[in-house]
């Protein structure tokens, strides 16, 4: 059974960093491209960060610069390191996993639960 | 960026009912690259069909996608009490990935 468990959302300053965990197991983390998905409260899906099988990572331009995606295949674990938080970046935040090793083209099968992070002084 | 747009906002409806949901994108899709979601409050999405017309492994048949191009369609043919959610249609023929705004199935 495929499970995807995020941690580390919290409150933080405008300014601040933070950086996300997802815990994969039930598949072959290796083989698939993971990705970030944010959703500010009462919206909808926003896509954030791709990180394919290979080194190529993708960012959407709202986080490009600040954010910075990355992969232990040794732990199953996926990250996303944020930095320069603003109030804009208050959302939960999915880790889903991508249906090929594509970061580019791919839809997203299975999704954790979601962190949330809020970024307020 | 390929922008989708979900009609009607909101569809008030009755169990037993059929819906009918439409997303259309400002450019055509590649490969009809185009999935569905579904969001339960307080819950996760959950992956109904991918490109544009294949269901995801679990979903019942009564949810089925259509179309190609620009212009696309999700039916569920009977609603439950438990398909009253939010969905979402996504693009991934060409980055970056995006989604529509949503339509809220509603009970009536």
């Known amino acids: 059974e495929v499970q995807l468990l995020e941690s580390g959302g919290g409150l933080v300053q405008p300014g601040g960093s933070l950086r996300l965990s997802c815990a994969a197991s039930g598949f072959t983390f290796t083989n698939y491209a993971m990705n970030w998905v944010r959703q500010a409260p009462g919206k909808g899906l926003e896509w954030v960060s791709a990180?394919?099988?290979?080194?190529?990572?993708y960012y959407a331009d709202s986080v490009k610069g600040r954010f910075t995606i990355s992969r232990d295949s040794s732990m199953n674990i996926l990250y996303l390191q944020m930095d320069s938080l603003g109030a804009e970046d208050t959302a939960v935040y999915y880790c889903?996993?991508?249906?090929?090793?594509?970061?580019?083209?791919?839809?997203?099968?299975?999704w954790g639960q979601g962190t949330l992070v809020t970024v307020s002084s | 960026d390929i922008v989708l747009t979900q009609s009607p906002g909101t569809l008030s409806l009755s169990p037993g009912e059929r819906a009918t949901l439409s997303c259309r994108t400002s450019?055509?899709?590649?490969?009809?690259?185009l999935a569905w979601y579904q969001q339960r409050p307080g819950q996760a999405p959950r992956l109904l069909i991918y490109d544009a017309s294949n269901r995801a492994t679990g979903i019942p048949d009564r949810f089925s996608g259509s179309g190609s191009g620009t212009d696309f369609t999700l039916t569920i043919s009977r609603l439950k009490p438990e398909d009253f959610a939010v969905y979402y249609c996504?693009?991934?023929?060409?980055?970056?990935?995006?989604f529509g705004q949503g339509t809220k199935v509603e009970i009536k």
């Open positions: 990180s394919g099988t290979g080194a190529n990572t």
């Open positions: 450019q055509r899709v590649t490969n009809s690259y």
């Open positions: 889903a996993k991508a249906a090929t090793s594509s970061g580019k083209y791919a839809h997203f099968d299975y």
């Open positions: 996504q693009h991934y023929g060409s980055p970056p990935t995006t």
